[in-house]
């Protein structure tokens, strides 16, 4: 079967930015491999990549973390189980609250959660998890009230003057089984001391809180079963995946946000839904991850510019250009069969004319900022 392109056809941002990119086919995107976990071996985390304690933080957790088998297990030799528990004897354990550092105190729940040892600024992130479906509709009892399913990109080993950075794929309310996903970002404020200058997205406002099951339009349902969220950070824009679908966008990339680390886990409300867990919240809550998968852009960006009728797509050379332009009256043009073809631009790319891509073989086209 061969697919033909007809007539002029213009490909621009507004055409292409439903989707996340194909990180695992296109050769610009490189895995990093102290970022990405498939957590199919041995019976807990890679120390080399996780650690069960934060560092410096902001968060004021309600919950002790803890890191036994409980709390932090690997599943099946395939998944993440990271568990939220109560104790009605109470934990005695350490709890990390911004200016005290690690002290032991008591707590009635315990938390596994898991914080990235490395760092990277800008890329392709990607996790999968599922979260059990939240108990019983609206504001009954049986319930997750309290419960929050997270996976942030955080700043968190830092000094206590770096400034405020965090990107939040994940940030649901388990009680009514809504997603929240944001961007924060202040230059003008280290993480200890949020002020006014705080902003939430950028300038776009309206995405303080993009929500599901809500917002029909975006998402219908949080269930149960696996799901994938995932952001694409640039230098000039920052856009967040659900199953591969684009959410909630930025018009800014946020220029000087700090290198950001996993956090991953579930945990208890800390005011931002409104209410905490009371005798009806039913735990142990669970997050089970199949995987987390962090890439970065590899390739050139030169800037260039194609405008040729006569062209010849498959001595495409890989680089970013600045756009490009091919075909005409009279003019053919063909992938190669069995060939995979990845054309990037930063302001469009326009197709004259007939254009084949054959069965067996990929055409696909990115229009976004480049990285270097």
Known sequence: MKYILILLVLINTAVLSQNAP???????WVLNSSMTDEFNTGSTYDPSKWAWNP???????????????????????SYLRL????????????????????????????????????????????TRFRIPNFATPGWYTNSYKGVSANAWL??????????????????????????TCNIHFDPSEDVGVPGEGYYTNGAWTSYDHLTSPEDNSVVQNLD???????????????????DGIEINHTNIGCPGMEELNWILGPGL?????????????????????????TY?????????????????VNNYDGNHKKSITFGGSGYSTSVNVGTGIYMKATDFVQINGEFTVPSGSEYEIYIAPCFN
């Open 296 to 312: 970065y852009f590899s390739e050139q960006c030169d800037n260039a510019i194609i405008n040729q009728a006569n062209y010849n």
């Open 83 to 126: 568990s939220l528990t109560y104790d009605e004897d109470l934990y005695q354990c350490q709890y990390w609250q911004s200016g005290q550092g690690d002290t032991i105190v008591y707590s009635n729940y315990g938390t596994g959660n898991l914080w990235g040892v490395n760092q990277q600024q800008y890329g392709y992130f990607e």
């Open 22 to 28: 194909d990180v695992a086919n296109d050769p610009s």
């Open 224 to 242: 149960n079963n696996w799901h994938t969220y995932s952001v694409l950070w640039s230098p000039n824009e920052i856009t967040i995946y659900y």
């Open 154 to 179: 955080w700043r968190s080993w830092d000094p206590a003057n770096n400034i405020w950075s965090e990107i939040d794929l994940a940030e649901i309310d388990a009680y009514t089984n809504r997603h």
């Open 55 to 77: 560092g410096y933080s902001y968060i004021q957790s309600q919950y002790c973390a803890l890191n036994d088998a409980n709390h932090i297990s690997i599943e099946n030799g």
């Open 269 to 293: 409300a800390l005011g931002q839904f409104g209410y905490n867990p009371d005798a009806n919240t039913i735990l142990p809550y669970h997050m089970d991850f199949d995987y987390v998968r």
